[in-house]
């Protein structure tokens, strides 16, 4: 029986890999004159957390640049940089995902339900307050808990561990994570969890590795999860 469900947040409870991308890109564009396209940002670096990152879009530009040299005190600040930008965008709309408003209270009502993403507390905090859902999840785990984020599973080994303290004798395995990129499922696979994987973000190929694949929220419900996976 499935006992809890651990959300990805980015492309699963909001469209916010557009922003992210934006964000991104102001910095590296500032800091390293270094620019790509959404399809890049989609295919090389999408499921990344903000350290992780920068540092992928630095090395992988790096025969490109004069200056190429990303020290922990320039990635602190890009970080940090990268948030303000991020908030200035999300406060110029930020779309849900199709079907999330209503299912998200229906999963609670039925159950815990946490949040396991490589995004920071921050930019988290912020989509959920444009979203009126601040005091919706049980349990919030972000890039800022962990030292290494997805695909590593501590991510989620650390959302089951927090939903183990509210339910006894919580398995990985009586949990669901809902996840749009191949990082975040192998994440989830990991650390033992049953994968639902979503097509908000990237192809179904690319989520081969989820235990079922469905397109968005629209129409699901909790019992067709526990058809599923229980």
């Given at each position: ?197 979503m097509t908000t973000t990237t192809q179904a190929i690319a989520l081969h590795r989820a235990h079922r694949v469905i397109q968005n929220f629209e129409g699901l419900t909790v019992e067709q999860l526990q058809q599923w996976f229980g």
């Amino acid at each position: 029986m499935i006992r809890a469900i651990v959300f990805d947040f980015d492309g699963i409870i909001a469209d916010t890999e557009p922003l992210h991308y934006e964000a991104f890109l102001r910095i590296v564009k500032r800091n390293f004159d270094i620019s790509f396209s959404y399809d890049d940002y989609l295919r090389d670096y999408v499921g990344f957390d903000d350290r992780d990152g920068f540092r992928a879009m630095v090395e992988s530009n790096a025969s490109k640049q004069t200056t190429t040299t990303l020290d922990t005190p320039m990635l602190v600040s890009m970080i940090a940089d990268k948030a303000r930008e991020f908030e200035a965008i999300v406060a110029e709309g930020v779309t849900p995902i199709a079907g999330v408003l209503d299912f998200v209270p229906q999963a609670k009502a039925a159950m815990p339900i946490a949040i396991a993403s490589g995004a920071c507390r921050a930019d988290i905090d912020v989509i959920l307050q444009a979203l009126n859902q601040t005091d919706t999840f049980t349990d919030i785990v972000s890039a800022d808990d962990v030292a290494r984020s997805k695909p590593d599973p501590e991510t989620y080994r650390q959302a089951v561990a927090l939903l183990a303290k509210r339910l006894p004798d919580l398995q990985p395995s009586h949990c669901v994570a809902i996840e749009d990129t191949a990082g975040g499922i192998e994440s989830a696979r990991a650390a033992g969890l049953h994968v639902l994987g979503m097509t908000t973000t990237t192809q179904a190929i690319a989520l081969h590795r989820a235990h079922r694949v469905i397109q968005n929220f629209e129409g699901l419900t909790v019992e067709q999860l526990q058809q599923w996976f229980g």
